[in-house]
Structures are given as structure tokens and as C-alpha cells.
């Protein structure tokens, strides 16, 4: 066992620089920088891009971004493999993605419950695009699980060329009626403004995967009934509040990473607005109140670079409850922010030393991340 104290490096705190609407923006800021935790190192896996418990069971599901599975048991410490997993379009950004599971069918039982994959699909002519996947999952075995009947239930439109920014993070509504899927820009900047494709947006689906009545663009048929918000950038956190809103963290250019508040129908304003520039130096105009975008809650210049974030509800962590954690890619930290209202700002930074892909919350109300990477460590942290 590791303690925090000997790892982590406690930030400065400089004031937050207030923005219009209740926003706020800032750098490298951190409220409190200490870090009230243990790390222990439970497992590494190659390049583990999600982690998530099998809810009411210890055991936490890994995706390999090759298009590898597995799953730890954390109660004994068993490895397992999972079959039955999808070809995927490997290379850059693309590769085996997030995974979900209906807190509904929550049980001690592993065996035979719903599960959805995430995954960079191959398409004609050097194309491809992000996909979801809906499967059973069979875990007969103490050391190995399957997917059966695993089908795609919806399609990033159009596949691209390219192989970045493809999001797909999936998260399920608070009442296990809905998915929402996070479909990235794949680096094509305008279409975010088009509605007529669901690239650069949030996307809401029945959990068949077709469009859920009473989305915004409902009446216009086709991909665009899909859609719950758009003017997206690279979504790479979904999460909802103990209020029931849903929260998004993205990744901005050269500055200008976002957290929003996701409103139905709501422009969150990429590429035509950023608090950040192009990587070539040209400027894009900063939100300002009379744009009729959505403002970001937050913004961060330079760039935490987000791999996953969490609204955290557990006990463990007490003072934390309510709070977003976000997994820091380029910032090799743990970032915390807390909420007022639909406002939001820093409240701590906890150093790491790697590059954080993913975060979970365990059982017991324990952090569970995931470092970027090949031998990409999965760390338990607990209160001390």
C-alpha cells in the first residue's frame, strides 16, 4: 500500500476568473490540493479505456482499447477474460470503448444481464465511425465471462475518415429509461454545427437504441431524431447529478476545455465558439453572452485533457458527495469540481504522475481509476 502523501502533489489555488451566466474559467487552479486518500494498485491491464463495476457485484469490468476485455474481481483478486467482443477499427483515438449496465437488473449474480459496448467501427473506402453495442452477458465461470447476441444498435453518421475524436461514452438516465451516447466530431469541425449528422453531438436513444420520443428534433425523422444537444467538440464524460441533470466534460483545442450542463436542444457553440484557439495559432471567438450558445459551467485553459469523469454519491468520501471527478489524460491528475446551482469551479487537483483514462466508483463508495496506456495500472483509493 502506497500512501497519497508520498505520490501526490498538492497545486497553488489562484482565484477563479468569473465568466457571464454563473460560468466560470480557469487554469491551473485547485482549491484544496491535499489528498485525503490511500492508493493501492490492484491490477494493470494494455491500454484500458473504461472501467465499470457489474452493478451489486465486486467485480469491475476493463476494455482493452485494442479490443481486449477482461474483469477483476475485487473481492479475491480473479482475473477474467470476456469473449464474444466485436472487430474493431484499431489505431489513434479508435479502438474498444466504454461500457454499461442497468442498475435495474442490479444482482450478487454475475451471470446474464444486459451489457452495452462502445467500439471504432471500420467503414468503406478508409472510413469509420463509433458504434454501441447491446449484448447478454454470460458469466459461467469463475475466470471467464461472453457476450452473446452482441448487435449494434446505433451508428455514428456519417463514418469519416480519420481516427480521432469519436467520444462514445454511454451513459444510462437515472430512471433506466434511456441511452445517452456521446458522438464526437471526429476532428471535422463543421458538422457539429449540422444537424442533418449526429457528429459533435449527445444523442438520446430508447434502450433498443432507437431514437427516444420527445427528443428535440423529434419531428424532423432520420439521424437528426436522435439528437439531445449538439455543437460538440470531443466528449469524453457523461454523468448525472443527484438532481437528475446530466453533466459533460469535453476536450477543447489549445485551450477551452469544457464542462457543460446538457439542456435539451441547446447549441453548445463548436467550432464556432471556444475559450481556446486553434493548435495553428488562429483565433476562435471566446463565448460571450449574447451568442446564443450554451455557455460552459466551466472552462480550462490550458487544457486539463479529460479521459472520464464521475458525479460522485458514495459515503466514503463524505465532504466529496455531489462533486464531479474527472480523470486527467494531459494533466496527470485527478481534478475535482463542485457545484452550485448550474454553476461550477475547481475545488482540488491531485497529481498523479500518469495520465488518468478513466474513473469509477466502487461499491463501498471507494475511486477506482485507470491509468492511459500500455500496463495502464487500475488504483483503488480510500478515504484515510
Request: glycine share 14%; with cysteine; charged share 20%.
Amino acid at each position: 500500500m502506497i500512501r497519497s502523501s508520498s505520490l501526490l502533489t498538492a497545486l497553488s489555488v489562484p482565484a477563479l476568473m468569473l465568466a457571464s451566466c454563473a460560468n466560470a474559467e480557469t487554469g491551473e487552479s485547485s482549491g484544496d490540493g491535499s489528498a485525503p486518500f490511500t492508493i493501492t494498485e490492484k491490477a494493470s491491464f494494455n491500454e484500458p479505456w473504461a472501467i465499470e463495476f457489474a452493478p451489486g457485484t465486486p467485480v469491475l469490468f476493463v476494455t482493452e482499447k485494442s479490443g481486449t476485455m477482461k474483469f477483476l474481481d475485487t473481492a479475491t483478486g480473479i482475473i477474467g477474460t470476456v469473449s464474444g467482443l466485436p472487430d474493431v477499427a484499431y489505431g489513434g483515438q479508435g479502438g474498444l470503448g466504454d461500457i454499461a449496465f442497468l442498475d435495474s437488473e442490479a444482482s450478487d449474480v454475475l451471470d446474464r444481464r444486459t451489457i452495452y459496448l462502445s467500439w471504432a467501427e471500420a467503414g468503406d473506402g478508409d472510413t469509420r465511425g463509433a458504434v454501441v453495442g447491446k449484448g447478454t452477458l454470460v458469466c459461467g465461470e469463475t475466470e471467464s465471462c461472453a457476450i452473446e447476441g452482441l448487435t449494434v444498435i446505433w451508428r455514428q453518421t456519417p463514418k469519416v475518415a480519420g481516427r480521432g475524436h469519436y467520444s462514445h461514452r454511454i451513459s444510462i438516465s437515472p430512471d433506466g429509461q434511456y441511452l445517452f451516447i456521446a458522438s464526437g466530431e471526429r476532428q471535422k469541425m463543421q458538422p457539429a454545427q449540422d444537424t442533418t449528422n449526429t457528429l459533435g453531438t449527445i444523442v438520446r436513444l430508447n434502450l433498443d437504441g432507437t431514437p427516444a420520443a420527445g427528443n428535440p428534433m423529434a419531428d424532423k425523422g432520420g439521424v437528426t431524431a436522435e439528437i439531445w444537444s449538439y455543437g460538440h467538440r470531443n466528449i469524453l464524460g457523461l454523468d448525472w447529478d443527484a438532481s437528475g441533470r446530466l453533466w459533460e466534460v469535453e476536450h477543447g483545442p489549445a485551450g477551452g476545455d469544457e464542462l457543460n450542463l446538457v439542456a435539451a436542444g441547446a447549441n453548445y457553440g463548436w467550432p464556432e465558439r471556444s475559450n481556446g484557439d486553434h493548435y495553428n495559432g488562429d483565433p476562435i471567438p471566446d463565448h460571450s453572452a449574447d451568442d446564443g450558445f450554451a455557455k460552459p459551467a466551466l472552462s480550462w485553459t490550458p487544457v486539463i485533457a479529460p479521459g472520464d469523469m464521475i458525479i460522485y454519491s458514495g459515503d466514503m468520501f463524505g465532504a466529496w458527495k455531489g462533486n464531479a471527478l474527472i480523470a486527467g489524460l494531459g494533466s496527470q491528475a485527478l481534478v475535482r469540481v463542485a457545484f452550485d446551482g448550474e454553476s461550477a469551479q475547481e475545488a482540488g487537483r491531485y497529481d498523479f504522475g500518469a495520465r488518468l483514462r478513466s474513473v469509477e466508483q466502487g461499491p463501498d463508495g471507494a475511486i477506482w481509476v485507470a491509468e492511459d496506456g500500455k500496463d495502464g495500472r487500475v488504483l483503488k483509493l480510500t478515504a484515510e
